[in-house]
């Protein structure tokens, strides 16, 4: 029960540090130009789609997704590039087509990369220290509980430094998104999705004459249908007076001969 008391009494002392560490008000440390991730978006016209695909994946880099629509002339390809290289590759992408827009992006990771690698030390001492623990255990409580505390730690220092090599990798690579695009693809496409809409369109239109024409015509057809039965209903309620009132109207004797 003691390593138990002691276990909890690290784990507040480590809880008060992180408290202390994100609630610092200390000014953070001057960030340096070296951490700066840069990623590009980059417009580009070609001739040949098919061709241009194939150039790009035979880069100097990795391609991380790519889509291309032949029938409609377009598509899209990412590729990462070591950062060094990245003028080669460029100037290799401009030599394909005509760049027509190129957007940038850039992420400066130093107080990331800083606020990780001290979590990454906290919790690395926090292992050992549980290590530790575990080496002296006795009771088999004690040694259950610390175990699973450690997976626990373990875990969170996997993370972290998972989450360190991520911002590495942004650091040490260049991102490049590229739209392709083929103008006379489109001005084809364009020309015939325009006659089929402007077909589609007429359709439409006649097919609206034809439906209020139907609605006007069967409003006085209607009008019609109900003062017929309004008629035949007067009449009829007419007539059953009519009878009620003379049964004898229609209601003739023959007389009888005498012999």
């Given amino acids: 029960m003691q390593l138990i008391k002691t276990l909890t009494t690290q784990a507040v002392i480590a809880a008060f540090l992180l408290v202390i560490f994100f609630t610092s008000t200390a000014a953070a440390p001057t960030e340096p130009s070296d951490f700066l991730a840069n990623s590009y978006a980059v417009s ?9 695909f194939n150039l790009l994946n035979a880069m100097d880099g990795l391609v991380l997704g790519s889509s291309m629509n032949a029938q409609h002339g377009f598509g899209s390809l990412t590729l990462v590039v070591d950062s060094a290289n990245f003028n080669s590759v460029y100037s290799q992408i401009v030599n394909i087509g005509e760049i027509t827009n190129v957007n940038t992006n850039s992420q400066n990771l130093f107080m990331r990369l800083s606020n990780l690698q001290t979590e990454l030390e906290m919790f690395t001492n926090e292992q050992q220290q549980i290590m530790q623990l575990l080496l002296a255990a006795e009771a ?15 875990a969170n220092v996997e993370n972290t430094q998972t989450a360190i090599n991520r911002l590495n990798f942004m650091l040490n690579t260049t991102e490049i998104n590229i739209s392709i695009n083929t103008p006379t693809a ?55 007076k009519n009878n009620k009132n003379n049964p004898n109207k229609f209601n003739h004797t023959t007389p009888r001969m005498s012999t």
């Fill in 140 to 154: 088999l409580d004690d040694f259950s509980v610390l175990s699973r505390h450690l997976s626990q730690v373990t």
């Fill in 186 to 240: 489109n001005i084809q496409a364009t020309g015939f999705f325009a006659n089929v809409s402007n077909s589609v369109g007429y359709m439409f239109v006649v097919l609206e004459f034809l439906i209020i024409g139907i609605i006007y015509l069967s409003i006085p057809a209607a009008i019609l249908a109900v003062f017929a039965v309004l008629i035949l209903r007067i009449r009829k309620k007419f007539l059953g």
């Fill in 44 to 52: 580009l016209n070609v001739e040949d789609l098919e061709n241009a």
